[in-house]
């Protein structure tokens, strides 16, 4: 019986040395024959006979040894060489994405792919591969890749003769004299057919036709009026808009329902806090009136829909002296001029002549080297030098050159710019 076992045991070796030489042997032939047909395929591309060539490095390519990446390296650049033929585009990027699959995969492999995707201009497909391949990979080449282009944008085909802020992504413009609502994308929603527009908040806005003065709804339905003489309104955000009855302002909401209170003058709700003129002076007010700020300041800084608020923090002037209001405490430093903080990023500031950024702690975060500047919106600022804007990036990097004549800040992923056509929407690639 033991010298049964000892033999079986002793052919179950010989039966694994045997298996184990095959498939090394199999390997070194599978590998030489990569080597053969990569070898084969290469005299082919030399003459440029790139067809004949397919077939060569797909075999070599199917094969799990040790040159199967030269052989889909080489693989590749066929497909490239047969680019304009039908079917080779998809072939090469099917391969890519068969690469960027793998465990092991380079970086180099990501930039190879988001490479082709931008010369092709598909800009979409480039950043969602350099999004998986830093997230992957965490190259810092590929992270430097995706600054350089997350920041293409598209220009809408309509302009007009004059674009505010854009606001809840909505925008009022003007076109033919008149005024009305388009989307952040610049396709008209309201006509221009109003002599003044309010901002549009909640499928309502405030209008102007022939001095009468009402709400409108996205369909350009009339849904309230006001029994009182309005002679003028601001802008409309938290279902509150500020109205000019006789000689002062009030707080109405969208179905004209105005509050006791008058004031001087009244700026546009931000996140609760709105700039109020009383007894000649401006301070800022809550939803339930009482004052944030009390009216002692000969300015309360606002953008140009009537913010002011934003990051709990206001900048107020006194005299030739701005100071920033931020977190309950006023900043130690000052400044000459200021522009709101937006929802995110830092607020602009100016210094002997020249403007900076700052953030809600009053520390400088890009000096003080621009003529004239818009606070952050979206990781980007529109600045300017010389004649042109451009946009900044919060490094303070050029990332959208300065060849607009004007521009506004970067919200719901557009900005109004104006261009030689006039008023134009552009909008980020990557926020789509």
């Known amino acids: 019986m033991k010298k049964t076992v000892r033999i079986i045991i ?152 004059s674009i505010t802020a854009i606001y809840k992504m909505t925008a009022q413009v003007q076109t033919g004299g008149k005024w009305g609502i388009a989307g952040a994308d610049g396709i008209i929603m309201i006509p221009c057919v109003y002599d003044k527009i309010s901002t549009f908040h909640r499928d309502r806005a405030i209008v102007e036709k022939d001095g009468v003065i009402y709400a409108i709804d996205k369909d350009n339905n009339r849904v309230a009026a006001p029994h009182e003489t309005v002679s003028d309104f601001g802008n409309l955000a938290d279902d509150r808009i500020p109205l000019l009855i006789g000689e002062g302002w009030y707080r109405s909401t969208g179905e004209f329902e105005c509050g006791a209170s008058m004031f001087e003058d009244f700026g546009m709700y931000s996140e609760g806090y709105a700039a109020a003129k009383s007894g000649g ?18 300015e309360i800084i606002r953008d140009e829909l009537g913010r002011c608020y934003a990051q709990g923090a206001v900048f107020a002037r006194r005299g030739d002296m701005v100071c920033l209001f931020s977190n309950g405490k006023w900043m130690e430093d000052t400044y000459q001029d200021a522009r709101p903080f937006s929802g995110e990023g830092f607020a602009a500031v100016m210094k002997n002549g020249k403007w900076g950024f700052i953030d809600t702690n009053g520390v400088v975060t890009i000096g003080f080297m621009y003529d004239e500047v818009l606070s952050f919106g979206q990781h980007l600022a529109a600045v300017k030098n010389g004649e042109f804007w451009g946009y900044i990036s919060k490094y303070g990097n050029m990332v959208i050159d300065a060849v607009f004549y004007d521009a506004k800040s970067f919200s719901d992923g557009s900005a109004p710019v104006l261009t030689e056509r006039g008023w134009q929407f552009i909008t980020l690639v990557e926020y789509k």
């Open 10 to 161: 002793g052919a179950a070796c010989c039966g694994l040395l045997v298996i184990s030489w095959l498939i090394v042997i199999n390997s070194k032939s599978t590998a030489e024959k990569q080597l053969v047909l990569i070898g084969q395929a290469a005299a082919l591309t030399i003459d440029g006979v790139y067809i004949r060539a397919v077939p060569l490095l797909e075999e070599a390519a199917g094969y799990d040894a040790a040159h199967t990446i030269t052989a889909e390296n080489e693989l590749k650049k066929v497909y490239l060489g047969l680019i304009g033929n039908r079917g080779f585009s998809r072939r090469y990027t099917e391969l890519l994405e068969k690469q960027m699959r793998r465990k092991n995969v380079q970086p180099d492999v990501f930039i190879e792919a988001a490479d082709y995707y931008l010369r092709t201009l598909k800009t979409k497909e480039a950043l969602a591969v350099l999004r998986a391949g830093i997230e992957k990979t965490g190259s810092a080449e590929l992270i430097a890749l995706y600054e350089d282009s997350r920041y293409a944008f598209e220009v809408s085909r309509t302009s007009y003769e």
């Open 281 to 298: 002076k401006w301070g800022v007010i809550d939803r339930s009136m009482g004052w944030l700020i009390p009216a002692e300041y000969d």
